[in-house]
């Protein structure tokens, strides 16, 4: 045998080292980015799930002003955080639309009641395909769409307090 | 008090690691008899420190002692005592002082039992204990004090991880660890070997038992694992290619490896670097094993409580450990004079493919559990899971499986062809028979399974081949060993063939008295109750299930909610029968106030765990049989001294 093959294992195990050194380096980012950002919303047409609030169609967003697409649940913690934020982006006058995942009409009226009410529509999407369409993985995510009915960007997550001004400026940048 | 008796105790224990890595440079370098005396007492009493470090964790565990941080943060004073007692265990910081506890009874019994072994080879194989102890120690000093106190000291603790609240964590975790640190007994012997260019017979045999300890506690532990999460995890599976599953497999495929060549090199004097090589390998699988668990790199359901800093550390003590050894590997293997050559077909021959195939499945299983971090480098996102696996490592285990089958029929040295296929002709009829009986009774089962079923029932036949026509009673018991491990495996194999050719599984929502069926059951929901447990309270279901005419039985699944810290877990209720287990789990009230319910139906798939527990005992016996067996050598050697 060849004396340097005998140095075929240490090598291999300096490969086998850089790469799990890489990776414990490399910052971990689990979150799951959505592959729609940029890209116009898909068609979709949800119902109305609470009484007296419309249902949510992708017809509804282009061509308008740039607004909100909020993806939440009454069943989710995060969203009961979030929901002073989105009350308070409304307040400054931005359109905030809503997909309901996997939620039932008494549990969303009790939780609206309880937490304030920023939506114009709230779509009832039964079996979270609208929220996969969009390329959201999770509750709370939020989509930023700009007029022409494109997503401009997809928050992972609770909005918190200082997100809200960074918001503001980019719903005003993409009128 | 107890706590800092117990810190002490790990200083003490850490400080002899140091002086009995200096015993033992000074003893080899300059051939000092003295220094080299010392190194076995020094061995003996610092397993001795390690263990006394942990009963006193374990005291503080039982005491519940809130002054102490490590059981503030894993335990509570209502927890059960049982999970008190393995809850010691159940972190980080405690898990990794059982590590370094087992690895220190392990060099004491060392430098206790072995005597045939040429000292210089023992002494250094004491010395790279010490190097791997010494490195383990310093991590829980300064990385992972399990004895650090709590201040302030709060009232009570954070509890336990609900899904740890079984009997299987007072079993999994100490097995498997035994199993890993074993494994590091049989590096230590290579390293030894190579320091003193030693690598013959006697190193085989030396090490032997200690590859067939550690590989005995690795099979427990992983088929108690399967079993574990395939009943706490309430997904009806018993093996999901999960990174730190795959963490066990890949230093139990390479100590299977490992056990097999060593036969070649204790029975005939073969395959000497080769084997060497397979036990540095066999320690850095389960050197990845504990870093993939502790680091939080990949994401696992293993990933209780990660810290990236540590997963840092364990990755430096890899680099100096494994990386040193291989150098030492290169550099000095060449100088090893090659062994006894065989003959293609021979029990050798069979063998090493043996030994490949394990290899290339043992590679597939470290490129598909690491290809996600590989491909993170380049900016892609993805998981690796059962599909790719199954796909590449089924078949190539099947190949394996036939080769199983034969190796044991073949001669050593050399064999010829047709009188191999002859020896198989009996269990290549008993596999073409129930190929046959499948493809005819149970159509349009998928080709692995179906191939799977096959191979089991041939390799059942071909494992009980060696005894045909042999004094049963004669027989020595480590033939017995292997005819029952080999069975084991082709026992566990038609498990899992059945399992996934053949289970039904159905979910449901129902309400009460509505009658619902599964395979040939029919199951019936009578009432959901609260009930109250320790530190749980809980919904149960009584299910009432009947398989056609015969007689009712209750199952009662549970919904569990404990209170600290705060979860929800689904605990499922299993039916065993004989032929297989009918499996069920409670979900969530729907709106219509139906009930949500998980029914399988899995025909034999206690053979899996069954077969796993026959692989071990097979071990055992091996074990037993060759210790027994070196016993009588050396004796017989005291007796020609004397």
Known sequence: MKRWLLWLPFLGFVLLFGIVTFGLKAPTDRTVKSAMVGKPLPDFTLPAIVPGKPGLSSADFAPGKPRLLNVFASWCLPCIAEAPQLMALKQAGVEIDAVAVRDTPWALRDFLARNGDPYARIGDDKQSSVQLSIGSSGVPETFLIDAQGRIIEQHIGDIRADDVPDILAKLRAAR | ?642
């Open chain 2, 1 to 642: 008090m107890i706590a800092e008796a117990g810190l002490a105790a790990l200083w003490f224990a850490g400080a002899l690691a140091a002086l009995q890595l200096i015993f033992t440079a000074i003893g080899i370098a300059k051939s000092h008899d003295e220094a080299m005396a010392a190194v076995r007492p020094v061995a003996v009493v610092q397993g001795l420190l390690a263990v006394a470090a942990m009963l006193l964790l374990i005291t503080v565990f039982m005491q519940s002692d809130m002054s102490v941080q490590l059981v503030v943060d894993n335990s509570h004073s209502d927890k059960p005592l049982l999970y008190k007692f393995a809850g010691a265990w159940g972190n980080h910081e405690g898990s990794m002082l059982l590590w370094v506890t087992i690895l220190g009874v392990a060099g004491g019994a060392v430098a206790l039992l072995e005597r045939r072994l040429d000292n210089r080879t023992l002494i250094a194989t004491l010395g790279a204990q010490a190097a791997i102890a010494l490195g383990f120690y310093t991590f829980l000093l300064f990385s992972s004090n399990p004895f650090a106190r709590a201040n302030p000291v709060p009232a009570d603790g954070n509890g336990l991880n609900p899904l740890l609240q079984d009997p299987g964590l007072a079993f999994h975790p100490p097995t498997l660890y035994i199993g890993y640190v074993g494994i590091s007994v049989a590096f230590s012997f290579a390293v030894g070997a190579l320091v003193t260019r030693d690598v013959g017979p006697a190193f085989a045999r030396a090490m032997r038992p200690w590859v067939l300890g550690a590989w005995i506690f690795l099979t427990l532990g992983i088929t108690a694992g399967s079993y574990w999460a395939y009943y706490e995890l309430g997904w009806g599976g018993w093996w999901f290619w999960d990174p730190v599953e795959n963490a066990s497999l890949m230093p139990w495929l390479a100590a299977t490896a490992l056990l097999h060549s060593v036969t070649v090199l204790a029975t005939r004097d073969g395959l000497r670097a080769w084997t060497v090589m397979l036990a540095v390998v066999a320690f850095s699988m389960s050197m990845i094993g504990t870093f993939l668990v502790r680091s939080g790199i990949l994401t696992s359901v293993h990933a209780f409580a990660v810290d990236p800093k540590r997963g840092a550390f364990i990755l430096a003590l890899l680099a100096i450990y494994i990386g040193g050894a291989l150098i030492l590997f290169a550099a000095r293997v060449g100088t090893v004079r090659a062994g006894n050559t065989f003959e293609a077909v021979s029990r050798e021959g069979a063998l090493v493919a043996n030994n490949l195939l394990l290899s290339v499945v043992l590679g597939i299983v470290l490129i598909g559990t690491l290809y996600p971090i590989v491909a993170a480098a380049f900016g892609v996102q993805l998981s690796i899971g059962p599909p790719f696996f199954d796909k590449t490592a089924g078949p190539i285990a099947l190949i394996l499986v036939a080769i199983m089958g034969a190796g044991p029929l073949m001669r050593w040295r050399r064999d010829g062809a047709t009188e191999v296929l002859k020896r198989m002709a009996v269990p290549g009829g008993v596999a073409l028979i129930t190929l046959a009986l499948f493809l005819i009774f149970a159509p349009g089962i998928g080709i692995l399974p179906l191939l799977g079923l096959t191979l089991a029932a041939g390799l059942a036949a071909a494992s009980v081949a060696p005894l045909w026509k042999r004094d049963l009673r004669r027989t020595p018991l480590f033939t017995w060993g292997m005819v029952v491990a080999h069975l084991g495996i082709a026992v566990s194999l038609a498990g899992m063939a059945s399992d996934s050719a053949f289970t039904r599984q159905e979910l449901v929502a129902t309400r009460l008295g509505e009658p619902q069926h599964v395979g040939p059951f029919t199951i019936t929901l009578d009432s959901i109750a609260p009930v109250v447990g320790p530190n749980y309270s809980a919904l149960e279901a009584t299910l009432t299930a009947r398989r056609g005419d015969g007689s009712a039985f209750t199952l009662k699944p549970q919904s569990r909610f404990f209170a600290t810290p705060a979860t929800v877990t689904s605990e499922s209720a299993i039916a065993t029968k004989l032929d297989g287990q009918l499996y069920t789990v409670l979900g969530q009230q729907d709106e219509q106030g139906r009930w949500q319910l998980r029914l399988w139906w899995k025909p034999f798939v206690t053979f899996i765990w069954l077969g796993g527990a026959l692989v071990a005992l097979g071990g055992a016996l091996s074990l037993l049989g060759r210790l027994s067996r070196e016993r009588r050598a050396w004796k017989r050697e005291e007796e020609a001294l004397a």
